[in-house]
Each structure stands twice: as C-alpha cells, then as structure tokens.
C-alpha cells in the first residue's frame, strides 16, 4: 500500500536512506545520528509518501518530493532491496505524479547520481529525459512534463 509519511515512520525511513542510498553516494554522509536528524529535518521540506505491506507496518520503501511550482522535485527515493523489483518504486512515482498533476505542476524533476545506472534507467523507462549533466556535482538532471 502507499500511504503518507507519520513521524512514526521517520526511523525505518533513515535506514532505507542509510541502507539504499548512502552506499552509492559519492558524497560523504553524517553518522548515524546526525544523519537521523538530517533526514527527518528535509523531509519537514515538502511531503513523503511511503510504501507498507499494511497501513501499520513501517515502510519498505518511500518517495520524499518537494515543491518549487509547477515543478515537483523528486528529492529521495528508495526502496529495500529485498523489495525491489516489485513496482514499488514506480507505484510511488505514479502517486508522486498524479499529486503534482493534481496540484497544477507541469513538470518533475529528480537529480541522479551520474554512476548510478540502474536509477537512471528507471526514470528513463518512466519517461524522463535527461536536462542536463553536472560534471562538478556528479549528477544528472532528468525531466518529465506532467501536462496530460
């Protein structure tokens, strides 16, 4: 089920970040409580959605956006890997995108770790194009139009 973000949900959130994310980031991340503090401070910027076997277990997986209209910002998204390929993260990215289309955005984007191959096939295959490339900050920005 995808369901919001409860503050209930914010550790089992820090560790699929700790988990999924930080090992393939080229960036140097805080410990684990100040990365605790960290997450929990970005995700209060915009709105979380989390994926849950039902709506009281913690989360498997999650998609935090933020919004700068009309463009919806795809700020995180992970899922455990023992839950990946399973359309968790394209269920989380329709929900995502059917939010801003509802809300009038036009546009989203997600900034991609430039050696983080399997990300950026998964946005590809969900019809995102890439905008631009940044060398110094190794990342790719990638792009979709939310018109209908």
């Known amino acids: 089920m995808i369901r919001w973000r409860r503050s209930r949900d914010d550790k089992a959130i820090v560790e699929l970040v700790r988990t999924q994310l930080v090992p393939i ?49 795809i700020d995180l998204l992970a899922v455990d890997s023992r839950h990946q390929n399973k359309k968790l993260g394209t269920a989380l990215m329709d929900r995502a995108e059917s939010y801003g289309r509802k809300r009038g955005f036009t546009a989203a984007i997600v900034f991609v770790d430039d050696h983080n191959y399997r ?18 900050l190794k990342i790719v920005e990638l792009a979709k139009s939310l018109s209908l």
């Open 119 to 136: 990300a950026l096939r998964f946005y590809r295959r969900l019809g995102y194009d890439t905008l631009s490339e940044i060398p110094s």
């Open 25 to 73: 980031s080229p960036w140097q991340h805080p410990r684990d409580g100040r990365l605790h503090a960290e997450i929990v401070k970005r995700l209060r910027k915009g709105a979380t959605l989390v994926a849950s076997r039902t709506d009281r277990t913690p989360p498997i997986g999650f998609l935090h956006m933020e919004f700068r209209h009309p463009t919806l910002i």
